[in-house]
């Protein structure tokens, strides 16, 4: 599985733009690439998935060049309520070993 | 969407007991069901993979035999914590794979804070 670095933190305030890139050197060709969502005792959420170029849906969109060793969450207009911890991910099916490995993932805080 | 119900949100428990958490795939099944466990303020770390209709794969460093996995059916998995310890003190999480939620399609329950006194 490949490895994923990111930002240990971020602050931003609230109705600006955040921005969080993950690096994924290693990624390999079947892989994709996938955002979770986690806030204090609960479990993660998912956010968004791609493998390349750019998608969108209703809270995100996600970043990807055309190399695909890195990947940049774009989060519109954050809230107080973004204040959360976001993973990267990056792996695929592989027979019926399919696991997630979370890394260190993002603690952005939102401030008023 | 898929749900994953984990039961129940937190427990406390005496040193030496055991306890059960059930998690459990609602509206679609789940051959596969992993178990992550989460100290404060650090990430998920993979304890387990859970089969249906067999043994469970744990992670090095786990041990089977106090962490006790059962997948006996297509929509539950249970992690039994087994003569706990303090230091069992931890958030589990489990998840499961249903792929209407993408490709990668991974649901996670809400997790279960055990607390060992």
């Known amino acids: 599985l490949a490895k994923t670095t990111q930002p240990i933190s971020m602050d931003s305030y609230e109705g600006q733009e955040v921005n969080i890139t993950c690096s994924h050197n290693n990624i390999a060709t079947n892989d994709y690439i996938t955002w979770y969502q986690q806030f204090p005792s609960q479990g993660p959420r998912f956010i968004i998935q791609?493998?390349?170029t750019k998608v969108t849906n209703e809270v995100a969109s996600l970043f990807i060049p055309a190399d695909r060793k890195s990947s940049t969450l774009s989060l519109p207009r954050v809230s107080l309520s973004d204040t959360a911890v976001y993973y990267c991910l990056v792996g695929s099916s592989s027979g019926s070993a399919r696991q997630l490995t979370f890394g260190s993932g993002t603690q952005l805080t939102v401030l008023p | 969407g898929a749900v994953v119900s984990q039961h129940p949100s937190r427990v406390i428990c005496k040193s030496g007991t055991s306890v059960k958490i059930e998690c459990r795939s609602l509206d679609f099944q789940a051959t596969t069901m992993f178990w992550y466990r989460q100290f404060p303020k650090q990430s998920l770390m993979l304890m387990a993979t859970s089969n249906e209709g067999s043994k469970a794969t744990y992670e090095q460093g786990v041990e089977k035999d106090k962490f006790l996995i059962n997948h006996a059916s297509l929509t539950l998995s249970t992690l039994t914590v087994t003569s706990a310890h303090p230091e069992d003190s931890s958030f589990y999480i489990c998840?499961?794979?249903?792929?209407?939620?993408?490709?990668?399609?991974?649901?996670f329950g809400s997790g279960t804070r055990l607390t060992v006194v």
């Open positions: 791609g493998y390349k």
């Open positions: 998840s499961a794979m249903e792929f209407t939620v993408a490709n990668y399609g991974y649901t």
